[in-house]
């Protein structure tokens, strides 16, 4: 386990509960464990908020794809 990934720039918070919870899922439908499955979500939901608006920026699977 370590640290979720902090955002860098909080502008608007719509969608970021909603893109946790997609990551959290791709993450376990992955196959991946619930820590970095959290992790991913929390990376997604830290994207979004760094952006007005809740559809512009990286799409989930680009986010981890490097993961």
């Known amino acids: 386990e ?11 918070t719509s969608g970021a509960g909603g ?3 997609a990551g959290v899922l791709a993450g376990i439908a992955s196959g991946r464990s619930l820590p970095e499955s959290g992790r991913i979500g929390a ?5 979004i908020i760094s952006h007005d608006g809740a559809r512009r920026g990286r ?7 490097g993961i």
């Open 19 to 21: 893109r946790l919870a």
């Open 59 to 65: 799409g989930l699977k680009q986010l981890v794809s």
């Open 2 to 12: 370590g640290p979720a990934t902090p955002p860098t720039k909080l502008v608007d």
């Open 43 to 47: 990376m997604a939901a830290a994207e």
